[in-house]
């Protein structure tokens, strides 16, 4: 198996390279966090290659009630982080419960005939709030919604109501910064020196890192500190700075290949049907999120606070992704 899916564990082993790198040059202070987070993480992948995720049928309400307890947390504490309530602080560090629920959610959506319940978790990650992770969360169900009739049925009436109900939602739910980042996203130029000032200079440091990039530890824009968040939301223009269209293509290429293996993975799993939909609702998370991280780095997306996988520093993001790694290697 090692030998078949070499091309993906080289494209992990890739971006870990990168991820590295990038984080000893714009946030060295967090450079042995991010390294402990991957170490964890490869722990963790190799406890899921143990799971069984069949074995968890009859625990799928006990994994669904963890869940909801997890992200109940953070509510409960009501101690807010840059205007939102997403992260527990258990003193030396701080975990995010919308990431780390990410496989055990699979784990019960595979399990069971009752998937609209991951409304649940949904909303309760909108109301902390927290408009990515909420996203990232409802990309989980997408194979369901192919391969369950009636859960296509209840996409499209609840986008018709989004529609109908979207001059309401503009006014009274999407918060004031939420409806800033759709503003700027469509002009970016609308407000340069506030909410349209953190696309702007993604693009500049994009524009400016040429075929080559500029070095590592030579770009202006996130060494003086002109890109925000440039450890996190922002690591792909970081990236694009300091190792130009190389570094960009090169991480764009281990996407894919990873993207591509998961899917031969998948189509693998055919007779494993728990299997093959939590394989693909894996597909959709990576894939989805990349193109949002990267659409909004070129200014082509609204800013929604995704991280790049593998890339953005994270430990719970990075620790719940390489589970689910492990968990498809299971078999």
């Not at 963790?44 to 625990?59: D, E, H, M, V, Y």
């Not at 009501?78 to 995010?96: E, L, P």
Request: aromatic letters at 12%; one cysteine or more.
């Amino acid at each position: 198996m090692i030998n078949r899916y070499l091309p993906f564990f080289i494209s992990v082993f890739v971006l870990f390279l990168m991820n590295m790198l990038m984080v000893s040059s714009v946030a060295p202070s967090l450079l042995v966090k991010q390294l402990l987070a991957w170490i964890i993480g490869l722990i963790f992948f190799i406890f899921g290659t143990q799971l069984n995720p069949k074995s968890l049928k009859n625990k799928q309400l006990i994994i669904f009630i963890i869940c909801c307890l997890l992200l109940s947390v953070p509510l409960l504490m009501n101690t807010f982080t840059r205007g939102s309530r997403r992260w527990i602080d258990i003193g030396f560090t701080t975990i995010q419960p919308s990431e780390i629920i990410k496989p055990l959610l699979l784990l019960f959506l595979i399990n069971t005939k009752y998937h609209f319940l991951a409304a649940i978790p949904i909303l309760m990650t909108l109301i902390q709030p927290d408009l990515g992770s909420a996203i990232t969360l409802s990309l989980l169900l997408t194979p369901f919604l192919i391969y369950e009739k009636y859960l296509q049925k209840l996409a499209i009436l609840g986008f018709i109501s989004f529609l109908v109900f979207s001059p309401l939602i503009w006014k009274y739910v999407l918060k004031d910064y939420q409806r800033n980042r759709i503003i700027n996203f469509i002009n970016p130029n609308h407000d340069p020196l506030n909410q349209g000032y953190n696309v702007i200079q993604s693009k500049i440091a994009i524009g400016s890192g040429g075929f080559w990039g500029k070095g590592y530890k030579k770009g202006s824009q996130s060494q003086l500190f002109f890109l925000p968040e440039k450890h996190t939301d922002f690591m792909f223009a970081a990236i694009g700075e300091e190792r130009g269209v190389v570094g960009i293509t090169t991480i764009i290429g281990c996407y894919l290949v990873i993207i591509i293996s998961l899917i031969a993975k998948a189509y693998d799993t055919t007779q494993n049907r728990p299997m093959f939909l939590f394989t693909l609702a894996l597909v959709f998370q990576i894939w989805i999120q990349s193109f949002i991280n990267i659409g909004m780095n070129l200014g082509v997306m609204p800013v929604t606070g995704i991280p790049l996988p593998f890339l953005s520093v994270g430990g719970s993001s990075l620790i719940a992704l390489l589970l689910s790694l492990g968990i498809i290697f299971s078999i």
